[in-house]
């Protein structure tokens, strides 16, 4: 048996990033690894339901042998074999995000040579995780112009805390991988501002639209939808394609919010992107290192790393001899490289 890779879960910002980016890594590279501490100054340590998901995951697609996979452990040893493409289907149980279990197996998925099918069921729209919505619009165009070519499809909305929806990924046989190059956003192309909402009172997505009007967007930017969903849900979800990148700013509405706070929510986050001046958003150049060290490098420029980004870039550079630069271009934007 190969020599265990060492992770500490609880170093640098201590969450399930941690797992899932040592169990892409650990696929990727074949080096097996071990990971402790996991997740141990949580309210609720140890594996859950999440987490779990994203282990069986990348079992699934890697025939690896496992020990730890249970509820609540903080240790996990991760021995995978050859990553084989294929049709899978993750479902999670709970209102969990399937948006992180599709990140813990695409990167590995889309260097298996052969088109993959992946159906997933369980939360699509949750206050702690990229939404369905962010995924299609923000992270597979990046990925698209890093030659990754994945096409998505929602069924069934998944809003928290019910969970329960449904969608589907198809993952391209890789073509000839580019190096991605995101410094400047470009023209701003278009603009939208979508109000998603399922069993709830129809007044709740038109004080949201109402409260938007600050936005001075044009009227037809402006979108409200009744989406199929288990339970009750809805989201502000604001979009801005730009010629070389795309951002997907959201706030989620839940029991005891005001719509009008849930729309203030999402304009203030939007103010914060766009006074940040750099392409990249936070949450997006966090998710973007590990295409980055799969493929042909890159560089882009974003805000401040972020404390997930910066752990990120630990664990990722604990199984390769790559090394990801973060160098401070002026106050609020920095640029990251590979």
């Not at 994945?150 to 993952?171: C, L, M, N, Q, T």
């Not at 590990?290 to 890159?298: K, N």
């Amino acid at each position: 048996m190969k020599v265990l890779h060492q992770i500490d879960g609880s170093s640098g910002e201590g969450g399930g990033q941690i797992l899932r980016t040592s169990l892409t890594m650990s696929m990727v590279t074949g080096i097996p690894v071990q990971i402790k501490n996991i997740r141990s100054g949580r309210n609720k340590p140890g594996l859950q339901n999440q987490h779990l998901a994203c282990v069986h995951a990348a079992q699934a697609i890697s025939k690896a042998t496992v020990h730890g996979v249970k509820k609540n452990s903080q240790q996990l040893v991760f021995q995978p074999n050859a990553v084989e493409a294929g049709e899978y289907q993750f479902k999670i149980g709970t209102a969990g995000s399937t948006a992180l279990v599709m990140q813990t197996v695409v990167p590995a998925l889309m260097l298996a040579g052969k088109e993959s099918i992946l159906h997933f069921e369980g939360g699509t729209h949750n206050p702690w995780a990229p939404s369905f919505d962010f995924i299609a619009n923000a992270y597979l165009p990046m990925l698209k112009r890093m030659g990754i070519d994945i096409e998505v499809k929602i069924d069934r909305y998944g809003f928290f805390p019910h969970g329960g929806g449904r969608w589907s990924a198809i993952i391209k046989a890789k073509t000839a991988m580019q190096r991605l190059e995101v410094l400047e956003r470009g023209d701003l192309l278009s603009q939208e501002a979508v109000i998603s909402a399922s069993n709830i009172a129809s007044h709740i997505p038109q004080r949201e639209i109402t409260a938007l009007a600050s936005l001075d967007w044009p009227k037809d930017a402006f979108k409200s939808e009744w989406v199929e969903a288990i339970g009750a849900g809805n989201i502000v979800s604001l979009r801005l394609f730009y010629q070389n990148c795309s951002e997907v700013i959201e706030s989620i509405g839940r029991r005891g919010l005001r719509a009008e706070k849930v729309s203030m929510i999402a304009i203030n986050l939007l103010q914060q992107y766009l006074s940040a001046k750099a392409p990249i958003g936070e949450y997006l150049a966090d998710q973007l290192l590990l295409p980055m060290v799969i493929g042909h490098g890159g560089v882009f420029r974003t805000s401040n790393p972020s404390l997930h980004t910066l752990t990120n870039k630990k664990v990722i550079e604990s199984f390769t001899d790559q090394i990801f630069l973060f160098n401070k271009i002026e106050k609020g934007i920095w640029e990251i490289s590979l």
